[in-house]
């Protein structure tokens, strides 16, 4: 299996095992990850850096190793996720407020769960892409 491959695979089970609580208690889920994440900027802060170094930077390296249009794209998204990420340690405060208005805006249930099960599709379409098409 490439290396590429592995990483999406990687991408696709993160996305499904952060998701699926939206799915099984919608409002319990934001209150966890409000709590965990969002609660101080310095959480944020940290959320930044683990986000840089266990979702970009597998993006961006095992892209530099592949060749062909796909790692290109792959490439590309590891650096928009790196420059957010970058962006998110460096003023947390706007991101903060940001985080905090769009959870109150979709805080109904129904709402959640579709973001939930659109979230779960796309970790399944990850894996997908991981074993059928890299």
């Given at each position: 299996m490439e290396?590429?491959?592995?990483?999406?695979?990687?991408?696709?089970?993160?996305?499904?095992?952060?998701?699926v609580p939206l799915l099984v208690a919608p409002e319990a889920a934001v209150a966890f990850e409000r709590r965990l994440m969002y609660a101080t900027t310095r959480r944020l802060r940290i959320c930044g850096g683990l986000g840089l170094l266990l979702y970009a930077a597998p993006l961006i390296v095992t892209a530099r190793q592949a060749q062909g249009d796909v790692a290109l794209w792959i490439e590309v998204f590891g650096w928009f996720v790196a420059a957010s990420m970058v962006w998110l340690i460096a003023v947390p405060g706007p991101w903060k407020r940001f985080l905090e208005f769009f959870w109150a805006a979709v805080s109904d249930p129904p709402l959640l769960r579709a973001m939930g099960a659109l979230s779960v599709a796309f970790g399944i379409f990850l894996g997908w892409v991981a074993f059928f098409v890299l």
């Amino acid at each position: 299996m490439e290396p590429v491959a592995i990483v999406m695979a990687y991408l696709g089970a993160f996305y499904v095992v952060f998701r699926v609580p939206l799915l099984v208690a919608p409002e319990a889920a934001v209150a966890f990850e409000r709590r965990l994440m969002y609660a101080t900027t310095r959480r944020l802060r940290i959320c930044g850096g683990l986000g840089l170094l266990l979702y970009a930077a597998p993006l961006i390296v095992t892209a530099r190793q592949a060749q062909g249009d796909v790692a290109l794209w792959i490439e590309v998204f590891g650096w928009f996720v790196a420059a957010s990420m970058v962006w998110l340690i460096a003023v947390p405060g706007p991101w903060k407020r940001f985080l905090e208005f769009f959870w109150a805006a979709v805080s109904d249930p129904p709402l959640l769960r579709a973001m939930g099960a659109l979230s779960v599709a796309f970790g399944i379409f990850l894996g997908w892409v991981a074993f059928f098409v890299l």
